[in-house]
């Protein structure tokens, strides 16, 4: 069991990830190895950040990244096909023991390779900027040229699963000025005084798919939110990338019992599923969940959580973040219910609507909820969205029986040790043994207590 008890940041920067201790074995969740050889492009760094400017209260931006092959062999980068990385890139906040995602941005298309050490010993493809990354060596885009809004392909043409992309992508409608494909971002997300801020960059490639080395090509670093201007907030990244990891595990920077589990979908992609539960000091706890799909093309559009018999939940919330600049899919909040033992949010199916508001690859969504229960471990349930099926998370928390609020010392049983504390709250105005509310312990209170006597 673990409980979340601080809504602040406890730890300021990301961790830091060497290149040398990171391989193609390093996949975030741990459960596999990598290919091992081959071909194998992961974000190494993610320097700056371009501001272009702000239309409606939304501010376009776009990130720099530096990738490295981690391979053993030359990664393609031919511009004139698919053999070249397709690259995201997505902003995250953390703030009131939530980390939710704010910002995404269509991909944008490789086109050759600089041969350069800035992430590990570069055994060069060629001179200049070949259309090949050569093992060890690490290509620079800036960020003002990840913005360009020409080279920009939608997500929607992507398979997650296999690193196979349209290309070059076909049927575009024309990017509005300013802010169209780019990585948009409502300005009043950003206004929060006390939250923190993460990007985070995925390289697609399909090379890199066939040789087994796809877990580990999202990265993520933190990001300061600087002054308000007529274009926006500033945005600086700061501090060390961490390598091979997605935007969700920034979570970990902030609270010590968040748990991140990986799920991999049969014959599929893979989805992380974080949950960590925060003690409101009342009897009640609030439990978060956020599902980040990493590399699923079946996408996922229902979650559940289990909650026992007995106990009362309240406060059902879900976010998500819009797709936009003519990418199909449908914006529409999930539905959230809280019958027949769950409390579980969902969308439309695939047979249905198959441009429903799942949770597609490079993205995000949270769900939460305030329940009268002390966690437990457990598992929770996504929802498949193209097959119609189902897989679970477990090993996240979830809400155990119901909290009795007259087993004042908690070991289970109301008995004479609770007695003894109840004494000390007598008449104590509004005192934590007040059972029936009327703002005094007193009588009343002793008569529901020893109603309730006994263990169990």
């Known amino acids: 069991m673990k409980i979340g008890i601080t809504l602040s940041s406890l730890l300021l920067g990301g961790t830091a990830a060497l290149l040398g201790q990171m391989s193609a074995d390093a996949i975030p969740g741990g459960d596999g190895a990598a290919g ?92 200049g900027c070949p259309q090949l990354l050569g093992p060890g060596c690490s290509d620079p885009y800036s960020d003002s040229l990840n913005g360009q809004q020409s080279n920009l392909a939608p997500r929607s043409q992507c398979n997650a699963a296999t690193g196979w992309f349209q290309y070059p992508p076909q049927n575009l409608p024309g990017a509005p000025a300013t802010i169209g494909r780019r990585m948009q971002v409502i300005q009043a997300d950003l206004a929060v005084s006390n939250a923190t801020f993460y990007c985070d960059s995925i390289y697609l490639h399909p090379q890199d798919y066939a040789d087994g080395n796809q877990l580990n090509n999202a990265s993520y670093k933190r990001v300061n939110r600087g002054s308000l201007s007529g274009s926006g ?165 979830v809400p155990g029986g119901p909290v009795n609020i007259f087993d004042l010392n908690g070991d289970g049983c109301v008995d004479g040790a609770d007695t003894g504390i109840f004494i000390t709250q007598w008449g104590f105005p509004g005192g934590f043994a007040d059972f029936n509310g009327d703002g005094v312990v007193n009588s009343g209170d002793l008569g529901l207590l020893i109603a309730n006597w006994g263990c169990g």
């Open 233 to 397: 907030y500033s945005l600086s990244p700061t501090g060390s990338t961490t390598i091979g990891k997605p935007g969700i595990f920034a979570w970990e920077n902030h609270s010590s019992s968040v748990d991140i589990v990986p799920v991999d979908i049969p014959n599929d992609g893979r989805v992380f599923v974080a949950s960590d539960v925060i003690d409101n000091g009342d009897g009640t706890f609030r439990y978060e969940y956020a599902v980040y799909n990493l590399t699923s093309d079946y996408n996922i559009n229902g979650f559940s959580v289990p909650v026992p018999a007995g106990v009362t939940v309240t406060d059902i919330g879900f976010k998500d973040v819009n797709s936009h600049s003519g990418e199909p899919y449908a914006t529409n909040a999930w539905v959230s219910s809280n019958d027949a033992g769950e409390v579980s949010w969902s969308t439309d199916e695939y047979s249905t609507n198959s441009n429903a508001n799942a949770i597609r690859w490079g993205t995000m969504y949270n769900f939460w909820f305030t329940a009268d229960a002390e966690p437990t471990d457990g598992s929770t349930t996504l929802d498949v969205f193209r097959t119609n099926g189902t897989v679970n998370a477990p090993g996240v928390s």
């Open 36 to 127: 091992g050889i081959g071909a194998d492009v992961a974000v190494c760094n993610m320097p700056s950040i371009y501001r272009w400017g702000t239309t409606g209260g939304v501010t376009g931006y776009s990130v720099a990244t530096t990738s490295v092959n981690l391979g053993d062999v030359d990664l393609t980068w031919y511009a004139s096909s698919n053999q070249h990385p397709r690259i995201p890139q997505n902003l995250f906040r953390f703030v009131d023991g939530r980390l939710d995602q704010i910002g995404m941005s269509w991909c944008k298309d490789g086109f050759c390779a600089l041969q350069l050490n800035e992430c590990g010993s570069c055994q060069p493809a060629g001179a």
